[in-house]
């Protein structure tokens, strides 16, 4: 399999949770002649599980360490196609070969004038006002200078059970990092990425829990000289009911 080029970190600092193995959340399964191909979601990124018929697993395909798998598809003798996405290369699907595990970029995959060769993704974990650890994806130029004069654009929503899954940076992204700015996306309780209980968490009369995310998200980007409070703005949406 080749993916991007561009660099991929798990941040090992005060505040990160780089095993995240034991907070999934199944988003999708696709049973085929001898196996069950499972979907998870672990805090925004996805992972494969597979499964032989008596319930023992199989090695999962490879995948990016930050990316998202949103669909599968059962194709000929128990392959499956699965559509992946990442912050750094544009959306593709690949297919599982059932016999060996191993899976290869089909034809159908997209393309952009817009590259990232030059950029790297760290996954960061901020600690929120009551210890919860909230993660945080960061998209940067390499050799970014930690500084605190970066220009940072934090993105986050919080509701409604919607997880902010990688995608495909695009071009205004392309544009902010050339600029010198970073771009950083929380995945702030309310959302889906670690489930329902995730959800919960954040909903209604405990939606103070969100406000609280993204503030420790926006200290983090501070305290690691990411940026400073003058050169930091906050993006994101609200709904009345969430």
Request: glycine share 12%; hydrophobic share 35%; charged share 20%.
């Amino acid at each position: 399999m080749e993916f991007s080029k561009a660099k991929v970190f798990v941040a090992q600092s005060s505040g990160t949770g780089a095993d995240e193995s034991g907070r999934t959340s199944i988003e999708d399964f696709e049973p085929t002649p001898g196996r069950l191909y499972v979907i998870d979601i672990i805090g925004g990124p996805s992972r494969i599980r597979v499964f032989d018929e008596r319930g023992r697993s199989l090695p999962g395909p490879s995948l990016p360490p930050i990316s998202a798998v949103d669909q599968l598809v059962p194709v000929g003798r128990g392959d499956v196609l699965f559509y992946i996405s990442t912050y750094l290369e544009p959306s593709a699907w690949y297919r599982v070969d059932a016999a060996t595990g191993n899976s290869t970029r089909t034809a159908l995959f997209e393309t952009s004038p817009t590259k990232f060769n030059d950029a790297e993704v760290v996954r960061s974990f901020a600690i929120s006002k009551d210890g919860t650890r909230v993660p945080l994806n960061i998209i940067r130029r390499k050799g970014a200078r930690l500084d605190g004069t970066n220009p940072v654009l934090l993105t986050g929503y919080g509701g409604y059970g919607i997880s902010l899954k990688p995608s495909f940076a695009g071009s205004q992204t392309r544009v902010w990092l050339d600029q010198g700015g970073v771009s950083a996306t929380a995945n702030l309780r309310g959302g889906g990425e670690y489930g329902e209980e995730w959800h919960q968490q954040g909903n209604l009369t405990r939606k103070q829990y969100v406000f609280d995310d993204i503030i420790a998200c926006a200290q983090y980007l501070v305290d690691q000289k990411y940026s400073s409070p003058a050169h930091l703005a906050i993006s994101g949406g609200a709904m009345a009911d969430c």
